[in-house]
């Protein structure tokens, strides 16, 4: 009896640490160059809902017990079936009119993790990320590869123009009128810093992510995107690459970025905050800020999001504006898009 | 005329300094657990060959005062063109009994990168690496986007069957005998770190890769890869991920990893090394000691070969042999394979 007792008092111990233990979730719906005045009040009202609703959908999951794994895939599956975001449906288009999508997800406590990149029929990117670290023996999975095993998963898949809408295909025409001859022989000859710079004229909002911290104190991270308008058939950027657009480790932070892929793969940009972080001892803030310093050394924009184990968030980008949002607890949720 | 003097007393001083100052390039064709015992010593002798001319054209380039970034694709497309090694000709089969192959490239002074996944008719997939790097707006390009960009850049362009090797064909046989059922159906659940065994026990040789330190001062990295044997349709490992595979930036080092690309890959190991070494300033001895051992914490297996900007050079590898060599300035090349 006196044995049943105490193991009574233990798990009523640990049931009100779970309810007390710090949960939150932070998203992101991409970076850019842009002001109130762009922005019609109508879509920018649309957008702030979708963010909310994202939000709301990972802190249920947190709420009530669920993994910030669970909690980073609701959140942004919500921004990929929205069209306002450039990940799944809405996605922008390649210079051959096709949507290829990346996506890439990772938790902390054991940092396993998952990535597809081009995926052309999976309604969900980041559940076909989540299949990869989960179902199979890889991390990373390209092309054809990828939806089919999608496929083999049971995920839902849609036909290719489920993804289509018509004010990115209106972008992709803006873009080729603007770049005249095809893009990839316009590039000045080894000039890279250069480059960037025509990339992100063209991403006035992109790609979304998620970082969250469930009750159990771990990390997760996810980031799904579209890529960038007018992309070569096989561009590759940050988003579904471990260490540049996603990282999560317990021992440091959960990280999502976006912005232009190109900078952010040559920096390890994510890696490098959780580096920072680690080996430096810097705030998620600090790191973030430096991380992305060193971005925009390569003439690249962008943004983060980052939170650690206590739920301390960092938010940082260099452009005029980033969608993002937090929910920490039951704390209202705040939304931003500009400074 | 004084000014022409002083005009030519500067360029002697200029040139015996370039003269003088150091250069170097290490090269890595995987690692593995065998020993002495399990390789024929015709076979060990050839491949001593293969590595020491590959040395040997990378010390050419740089002598002659060339760049790192010539020097790496020099030194690894001889690796590729071998059939000893499992990059470029010799590479591992798919579970389709196909050819993907991946290759990566990074200079310090600019971190320009530029990186191929998945590629099947490109002779030499370095020097697609390193097209995308120079006449892209790209930094990774994957599947048939890379081929078609490969083939409009000029590039030597094989048939698919040109990588056959029948000493491969046969160990994809034996790994799927081994396997028994489809292998991504009998992966545990959630067991990332269990999955990477499996791997492991296939990879006898791998990866090629090399880093270099040119006259001029700048640090360049290089790898390039099958893959694993029976690897998915669409897999792609750590060799063509930037911060994974490869990295190098003139203010730390240049690395090439070799191993279990799904663990390098979740430990984002080669930015690791350049993390400890510049936020940690750690040498790239223990640097790259403490990355693998991240690695390995993760039931995974591998090396690295790690250069800085004064010709130090660390090789480190947890397992029971690395192929590797060394050429330094005009010293004899130092090549080794047990420890």
């Not at 004229?201 to 009750?215: I, P, R, W």
Request: net charge positive; glycine share 10%.
């Amino acid at each position: 009896m006196k044995r049943v007792a105490a193991a009574l008092a233990a798990l009523a111990a640990l049931s009100a640490q779970a309810q007390s233990a710090p949960f939150a979730i932070a998203v992101h719906g991409g970076a850019g160059n842009f002001t109130r005045a762009d922005l019609p009040t109508e879509t920018e009202r649309q957008r702030l809902a979708v963010l909310a609703e994202s939000l709301e959908a990972g802190r249920r999951v947190l709420a009530a017990g669920g993994t910030s794994l669970d909690a980073v895939v609701a959140a942004v599956r919500i921004l990929e079936d929205s069209p306002h975001f450039n990940a799944g449906k809405g996605s922008v288009f390649t210079s051959a009119g096709t949507n290829e999508m990346d996506a890439s997800i990772m938790e902390g406590r054991e940092r396993r993790a998952g990535a597809v990149a081009g995926v052309t029929t999976v309604r969900n990117p980041i559940t076909a990320a989540r299949a990869v670290m989960e179902k199979s023996r890889h991390v990373m999975l390209a092309g054809r590869g990828a939806d089919e095993f999608a496929k083999e998963q049971g995920l839902e898949i849609v036909a290719p123009s489920y993804f289509r809408t018509q004010e990115r295909w209106d972008q992709l025409q803006r873009a080729k009128e603007r770049a005249g001859t095809p893009l990839d022989h316009d590039a000045p000859k080894g000039g890279a810093a250069k480059k960037t710079t025509t990339l992100a004229a063209d991403e006035k909002y992109g790609t979304v992510g998620a970082v969250a911290l469930d009750k159990a104190g771990n990390l997760a991270a996810a980031t799904s995107t579209g890529g960038i308008t007018n992309k070569r058939h096989g561009r590759v950027g940050d988003s579904p690459i471990i260490g540049a657009g996603t990282w999560a480790e317990n021992e440091s932070v959960a990280i999502s970025m976006t912005g232009t892929g190109e900078t952010i793969l040559r920096s390890a940009a994510a890696h490098d905050v959780a580096a920072l972080v680690k080996y430096k001892g810097y705030t998620p803030q600090k790191a973030a800020d430096e991380a992305l310093a060193r971005v925009k050394a390569l003439d690249g924009r962008g943004g983060a999001i980052v939170m650690d184990r206590t739920g301390e968030v960092a938010f940082s980008f260099n452009t005029t504006a980033m969608y993002r949002g937090l929910a920490k607890g039951s704390a209202p949720a705040e939304i931003h898009i500009y400074r």
